[in-house]
């Protein structure tokens, strides 16, 4: 059974820093990438990395944000440093399918939520 399940958001004050984990099972994910939700805005992609180590990342993350990923286990990091409050949001982990960078599979998501 294919299984996406995130873990690691919570409450944290501006300036400090969180790191989110993703676990895939059940595929190797060619791209595997964290999405975000504020209220009332859309999903937006926060970053994304292939099996081969390429990266992308949102201009109001880079510098602060890094992801990573351990292709052995299937797990997605991303770490969080210099949160603002604008970063407060429901984020999702997501899974490709194989050789293209379309996400099909999703997690349930994880609440961030940074205090000014």
Known sequence: QVQVVESGGGLVQAGGSLRLSC?????????????????????????D?????????ADSVKG??????????????????????EDTAVYYCAASVPYVRRYDLWGRGTQVTVSS
């Open 23 to 47: 676990a895939v099972s059940g595929r190797t994910p060619y791209y595997m990438g964290w999405f975000r939700q504020a209220p009332g805005k859309q999903r937006e992609l926060v970053a």
């Open 49 to 57: 990395i292939s099996s081969g180590g390429s990266t992308y990342y």
């Open 64 to 85: 602060r944000f890094t992801i990573s990923r351990d292709n052995a286990k299937n797990i997605l990091y991303l770490q969080m440093d210099s949160l603002k409050p």
